[in-house]
């Protein structure tokens, strides 16, 4: 079988239809190819940096007795008001997809929080925001970042 390399790269590259036919009328399907992003060293850290700590300060005002309710927009019916940190941490998305690791990450932490202990998902979302923010400032300063994490695991547990 004889592939015509200049149209099935034009097929795969399309973004207009489902099937795009070539020159010689032969139907190929087409998939569109997003590129990955690859950052490295300084701006990898402080674009998940920046994703963590966007959706630790919309969690921040919930904590504590005087915790302030926040107002959540659905794509369905009316706004919801919530004061659970796990709930508002779940409908955070950010445009940036290298800033959203931070959100997804911050996510996962609120998620196992609530339900290995059905609570203090906002206290686990600040403590994993002043974890990370410190742990980047001592890296950034040169300290072994493995070092570090034995550190921490070594704290925690």
């Given at each position: 079988m004889k592939f015509h390399?200049?149209?099935l790269t034009a097929a795969l590259l399309s973004q207009t239809s489902a099937f795009t036919?070539?020159?010689?009328?032969?139907?190929?399907?087409?998939?569109?190819?997003n590129a990955k992003t690859v950052s490295f060293k300084e701006d990898s850290r402080k674009k998940l940096v920046s994703g963590i700590n966007q959706v630790a300060n919309a969690v921040k005002v919930t904590l504590g007795p005087k915790g302030r309710n926040v107002v959540l927009e659905r794509n369905y019916g009316a706004p919801e008001i919530v004061n659970d940190?796990?709930?508002?941490?779940?409908e955070i998305s950010l445009a940036d997809p290298e800033c959203n690791v931070g959100v997804r990450l911050v996510q996962e932490v609120a998620s196992k929080s609530d339900s290995k202990a059905g609570?203090?998902?906002t206290t686990s979302t600040i403590m994993t925001q002043a974890i990370v923010n410190n742990g980047m400032k001592a890296v950034t300063s040169g300290v072994n970042p493995i070092a570090l994490n034995a550190g921490i695991?070594?704290?925690a547990g």
């Open positions: 390399s200049i149209a036919t070539t020159s010689t009328g032969v139907h190929t399907s087409s998939t569109a190819l940190g796990v709930t508002i941490a779940r609570d203090g998902t695991k070594k704290a």
